[in-house]
């Protein structure tokens, strides 16, 4: 008999099993933690909304599907919210226009460079500098060799130099 994850226990194994990975991969997208788990709650609330049409085999690619349009959604509207603000009014800072626009300038770059990276690199990158996660338990979490996680954080960190350059 396959498993149906409208059963609470199933339910349950799922939730334990995939909710921090589905947390981490939205963190690193947005950059906002809060949002994360917003956002991976409310994968979860549709996936048990869900249960009869969704496999088990499937569950974890529903999730991350759902989790990844909504993080989509919230962007287009952070869009619409900031090209609204910016026509209507202009905020005084105490900080120096210049150094506004090239401290924004640059994180808009870095976040750039770093979205670009290949989705294995840019994983193992983040994992490593936002986790603070050693490249043993990285290569365990993702089930790759130790040698694999260096290789691709050296490619990586290569990339990024020469992004760094040109800034």
């Known amino acids: 008999m396959t498993k149906s994850?409208?059963?609470?226990?199933?339910f349950k194994s799922i939730f334990s099993e995939h909710?921090?990975?589905l947390v981490n991969f939205i963190f690193y997208k947005s950059g906002n933690y809060a949002e994360a788990e917003d956002l991976m709650q409310d994968a979860f609330s549709k996936l048990w909304e869900q249960c009869r049409k969704v496999p088990f085999e499937k569950a974890k690619s529903f999730l991350f599907t759902v989790a990844n349009n909504a993080f989509l959604n919230v962007v287009k509207h952070k869009k619409i919210v900031l090209k609204f603000e910016q026509k209507g009014h202009s905020q005084l800072s105490q900080v120096s226009p210049q150094y506004l626009m090239?401290?924004?300038?640059?994180?808009?770059?870095?976040?750039r460079a770093i979205s670009a990276l290949p989705d294995?690199?840019?994983?193992?990158?983040?994992?490593?500098?936002?986790d603070k996660m050693k490249y043993r338990e990285?290569?365990?979490?993702?089930?790759?060799s130790i040698k694999t996680v260096e290789k691709?954080?050296?490619k990586t960190l290569i990339e990024l130099r020469k992004i760094s350059k040109n800034l």
Not at 102 to 111: D, I, R, T
Not at 120 to 130: D, E, P, S
Not at 138 to 144: D, M, P
């Open 5 to 10: 994850v409208c059963q609470e226990e199933t």
């Open 19 to 21: 909710a921090e990975a």
């Open 102 to 111: 090239e401290e924004a300038e640059f994180k808009e770059k870095l976040e």
């Open 120 to 130: 294995n690199q840019r994983t193992i990158f983040l994992m490593n500098r936002i």
């Open 138 to 144: 990285i290569a365990e979490k993702l089930g790759i």
């Open 152 to 154: 691709r954080m050296g």
